[in-house]
């Protein structure tokens, strides 16, 4: 079946620096792809997405590459910061233009002050 | 808008008994999901509605498990009898519909989870 797979798992940068989080997808129909981030104890919430009509999307510090061919994505955080850690999960649409999310294996990333 | 709103926010059970979590979307939104989380096997999606109709439930792991909504505020989540493997967070989210249109934001609005344990 459809299948996203995210690395790494764990993440531990300085503040300041960057972190880059990658994920493949299986589903060809997929052409949405959102990023989650779940703080400790929480509900994920929706940081960042991007449609495989766009190649690449900016938000601030954080930014999303999408290579459909290759079907590859990854999320680039720059200047972290320690309210940067949590766990990020990113996910592909499960056939197109759809709501229903596959989601990776998550990666916890922990900025260090 | 209160946001998507779950109950029990915390439950320990023994196996065995039947456990029944509820979640109301958000109003207007047209799909709700569950989904369940774990270490091993994080975010699986476990069943969702489209105007309060069952759509795929492929991802609801035994006959153990059923889930209604018999109104569009109003979905439940049921195991019976419960396992210590269910033990998880199960989280309702709900989305203004289940096809992305142009324009639309694509943001599914998560609950706030129900922890199971069951011992």
């Known amino acids: 079946g459809e299948n996203v797979e995210q690395h790494p798992s764990t993440l531990s940068v300085q503040e300041g620096d960057s972190a880059v989080i990658k994920c493949t997808y299986s589903?060809?129909?997929?052409?949405?792809f959102p990023w989650y981030k779940q703080e400790l104890g929480k509900r994920p919430q929706l940081i960042i997405d991007i449609r495989s009509n766009v190649g690449e999307k900016k938000d601030q510090r954080i930014a999303v590459t999408l290579n459909k061919t290759a079907k590859h994505f990854s999320l680039h955080i720059t200047e972290t910061q320690p309210e940067d850690s949590a766990v990020y999960f990113c996910?592909?649409?499960?056939?197109?233009?759809?709501?229903?999310?596959?989601f990776g294996s998550g990666t916890r990333l922990l900025v260090r002050p | 808008d209160a946001g998507v709103i779950q109950s029990p926010r915390h439950e320990v059970t023994e196996m065995g008994q039947e456990v029944t979590l509820r979640c109301k979307p958000i109003s207007g939104h047209n799909s709700l999901f569950w989904y369940r989380q774990t270490m091993m096997r994080g975010l699986e999606l476990l069943i969702y509605f489209n105007n309060n109709v069952p759509i795929d439930d492929s991802g609801m792991p035994e006959d153990r498990f059923s889930a209604k909504m018999p109104n569009a505020s109003f979905s439940t989540l049921k195991i019976q009898p419960s396992e210590p493997r269910d033990s998880a967070v199960y989280f309702c989210?709900?989305?203004?519909?289940?096809?992305?249109?142009?324009?639309?934001?694509?943001?599914?609005?998560f609950g706030e989870g129900s922890r199971l344990t069951v011992l």
């Open positions: 996910a592909a649409s499960k056939g197109d233009s759809s709501y229903k999310l596959i």
């Open positions: 989210a709900s989305s203004l519909a289940l096809l992305l249109r142009q324009g639309d934001t694509g943001e599914l609005f």
């Open positions: 589903d060809s129909a997929s052409n949405y």
